[in-house]
């Protein structure tokens, strides 16, 4: 964007953090067709292509020409590739939109049983924990970059020129460090830290009233992901919980939910909300500062908002990146989570971490199809059938 703040930095660019605070793990995956396995050690996976092509005909899959594996591995690596296309194909049969090309999985069989117990705990025993910049939110749209909360904001008319430049500033310094796979993320917090406390104070100088959030979110390009409205009513409708759990602005981001007519009583936000004075004016930001490293339960544990859901042992997880990981800290008991990452950007680098990470990636996928067929299973054991509409 032209002003820099702590989560991204151009709306026409596609620049985003990695957010990535591992370093890369051995290349054990590769992408493969139907009738190849990967290399031995794991029924690894790629795509829904390699899931769910036909069976594999040959008492074992052939590996690619250049990795053959030792003759005494194969019939190993055949049963696990086998057992791996044949619990892909179980799902696929039930939540068709796991057959999509932008569906990634490292071990199919582990999701098969995660989302079979939360098919049986049901809707009575499920709550969903959410990012909402890049995972609700739509990371690009007719091949532009979609703005984050952040980006409304210091893209409007009410930030001014030298504010904008040096918001720049703050991310040509801070955004290298965040995305370090070098550092660690002990190394890199209190320089996000300061990153997001500088730009605070930079927005705070900057008189933003409080009436006119809603006319900047709405005069913005932000988007939310195709099925946005099947998501949120389904949710809405079968009164599951919807925690989002963002670094962003929270003003802007509620503003955008509310303006899609989404905001249902079901929707718990907790995120970097603006704290206004007596007069209207930002004076600052309401209680722990939210960053890309501490989405967890240090900056949510007085909210008590776990505590009301005992009983809601299974989680539906989303994000964006690795930071996002740590968002279900907070809830106690848990018996079953299933992990789905956004994977928007830095396709290739960041393949290998994701898959590692995530039960679930979805590769430069700007819809909540995933989502909503896997709801649609959760909640509608005798319906096979999914639910379509945005």
């Known amino acids: 964007m032209a002003g820099a703040h702590p989560r991204l930095l151009d709306t026409t660019h596609a620049i985003s953090p990695s957010r990535d605070p591992h370093p890369p793990h051995d290349a054990t995956f590769h992408r493969v067709s139907a009738s190849r396995a990967t290399r031995p050690g794991g029924a690894r996976v790629a795509s829904s292509k ?3 092509g036909p069976a594999p005909s040959a008492p074992w899959p052939r590996p690619h020409p250049w990795e053959a594996a030792p003759a005494q591995c194969c019939r190993a690596t055949a049963v696990l590739a086998i057992a791996a296309h044949q619990a892909a194909r179980a799902m696929a049969e039930e939540v068709s939109a796991l057959m999509k090309a932008t569906v990634l999985m490292r ?11 939360l098919r049986r705990g049901g809707g009575d025993q499920l709550q969903v924990i959410s990012d909402f910049d890049m995972t609700l939110s739509r990371f ?14 210091d893209n409007s008319k009410i930030i001014s020129e030298e504010c904008q430049k ?13 995305i370090d796979p070098h550092r660690t993320v002990k190394d890199k917090f209190p320089h996000m830290v300061e990153w997001w406390t500088k730009a605070h104070n930079l927005l705070c100088q900057q008189r933003i009233r409080k009436c006119q959030i809603a006319q900047v979110v709405r005069e913005s390009t932000a988007v939310l992901r195709e099925g946005y409205q099947t998501f949120f009513h389904t949710l809405h409708h079968a009164g599951i919980p919807l925690f989002i759990f963002s670094a962003g602005i929270g003003d802007v981001l509620e503003e955008i939910i509310r303006q899609m007519n989404v905001l249902h009583p079901n929707v718990h936000i907790v995120s970097n909300y603006m ?8 004076r600052g930001f309401k209680g722990q500062l939210i960053h890309t490293y501490n989405k967890n339960s240090s900056v949510c544990e007085n909210s008590g908002y776990f505590q ?3 009983g809601r042992t299974n989680i539906l997880l989303l994000g964006d990146s690795m930071g996002d990981l740590t968002m279900a800290e907070g809830a106690p008991d848990v018996q079953n989570i299933l992990k789905i990452g956004f994977l928007n950007d830095k396709v290739e680098e960041r393949r290998e971490r994701y898959m590692d990470a995530y039960d679930i990636v979805l590769e430069r ?8 067929g896997l709801l649609q299973h ?11 509409g945005r």
Not at 107 to 112: C, I, L, S, T, W
Not at 275 to 282: A, P, S
Not at 365 to 372: A, C, K, Q, R
Not at 378 to 388: A, K, R, S, T, V
């Open 308 to 310: 009301k859901l005992q």
């Open 140 to 153: 690009s749209y007719n091949g532009k970059r979609c703005p984050s909360s952040y980006n409304i904001l």
């Open 275 to 282: 704290d206004f004075d007596e007069d209207g004016f930002l």
């Open 166 to 178: 040096e918001l720049t500033a703050l991310f040509h310094h801070y955004y290298p460090i965040e």
């Open 378 to 388: 959760i909640l509608h054991p005798g319906d096979h059938g999914e639910l379509q």
């Open 50 to 52: 390699s899931l769910l």
């Open 365 to 372: 996928d700007e819809t909540l199809d995933v989502v909503n």
């Open 107 to 117: 071990q199919p069989e582990r999701v098969q049983e995660i989302v079979s117990a």
